[in-house]
């Protein structure tokens, strides 16, 4: 697992430039999450972090390049770089560290914490998630299958997802209907003799532009009369080719198609799946969608730190180039700009540690016992990362929102962490609501405490008086 790995161009960049050059990774791990890291996982995150910094973030452009041009041509590409950068991720062990040691026997036997901290450096390569076999959405899925599959659905579809030779989507919102509450999800899945048949549509469904897309988990209505509303869902397992499936067209994310990988509006006439393929059972649905969200979170929250360190590292890079001198100073002279820096760091900071915090409740016992921490990090860190990059885009003018730096792309990406896997406000609500529930408790504390008080005061032979009474009367004073 500890493969020495060593790059010379990159050693040498850094002892060369000892001015600012950072320490390795497994020194920067924030001290209270340290006690809780295995040195084996210590050793890896530096692993992760040279393979990112050193072959995944300069082969980010390339693999761009290799996508192509055209829609069918993006939706059809697989570029070559991404499994060179696979295999070198194999020989160094770098591959399904997400699978939690504790839930899961398939994964390379890290904890939530662990894997959060190599899945910060992840995030700062477009590449590295899958070239590591840790990108969303298959993680989730994976983590389904490995949690719900029967052994014959783990053969055919978990294997091979483990093996990175396939890739799968989740397929739960829908145009017609305000999809954040899973509830409204409609598309039908009506039983008929051993099969479901499925009709509907589905859009946002990541992962279905790439030709090596080849399972569907779908949610859909199989007890749409059920008394409770979270009982008339069901989750199935659908083969990509299943006659009656069309992906009608690919979703850009402001402007960019995300190829090959893609978002997609997709729909369902008359499909035929076999009962077989139905996920733990019928009307369990909301039992697997909450299955999958929980680690899921902090992993998109994690990658989101990395991308924010990087959104900054572009920030400092510009306000240290001697050829932009705006108003005869470099950048960094102009006050406003370290003080902007210093925001990011600040708030970079306490987001990793609350991320991490949450991690390690996971680990702890499980998702469910983490659901506040998780909740709080799905709202704070997209928002973070929304801030640091905003600041750096500004420092960069002009070429900050075109394609000549990264961050155009990433801010783009990081809004929709705001909306992905719940907006925003469903999960505040959800916080606001559970702190709220102290309310009444808080009221009668407060009302105790100033009771208790007076009485105090009183035994100290002391009336209760405002500390700046004055009790002045004009009338009276000016007749002295
Ligand atoms: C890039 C990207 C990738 C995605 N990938 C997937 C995928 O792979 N699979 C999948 O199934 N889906 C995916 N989604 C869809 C995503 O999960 C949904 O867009 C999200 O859950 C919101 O659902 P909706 O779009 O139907 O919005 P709606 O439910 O219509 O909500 C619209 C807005 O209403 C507001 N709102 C909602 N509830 C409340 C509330 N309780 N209080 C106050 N305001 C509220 C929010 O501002 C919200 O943004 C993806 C989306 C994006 C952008």
Redesign the pocket.
Known sequence: MSVPYKIEAMEEMLVNSSKGAPTKASDRIPIIAKPFVSERAMKLLDVVEKFVEEECIPADAVFQQQVGTGTETRFSAHPPILEDLKKRARELGLWNMFLPKNHFKEGAGFSNLEYGLMAEYLGKSGVASEATNCAA?DTGNMEVFAKYGTQEQKDRWLKPLLEGQIRS??????PE?????AT?ISLTMKKEGNDYILNGS??????VGDPRCQVYIV?GKTDPSNASVYKQQSVMFVPFDTPGITIHRMLS?MGFD?APHG?GHVTFNNVRVPAANMCLGEGRGFEVIQGRLGPGRIHHAMRSIGAAEKALEWFLARINDPKKKPFGKQLHEHGVMLERVAHSRIEIDASRLQVLNAAIMIDSKDAKFALKEIAEAKVLVPDMLLRVLDRAIQAYGGAGVSQDTPLANMWA?GR?M?????????HA?QLGRNENKRGEFCLKKINWQKKRSEEMAQSYGLQKRDLLQLDRKWSEKSKL
Do not use: C, Q, Y
Request: aromatic share 8%; net charge negative; hydrophobic share 40%.
């Open positions: 959405p989507a989740f397929l739960m919102t829908e209907v305000a999809s954040s509450d409204n589905k859009w946002w469904s990541s992962g949610m994310v995300d978002h990406h929709t705001r909306i992905v896997d719940g907006p925003d406000e469903v609500l």
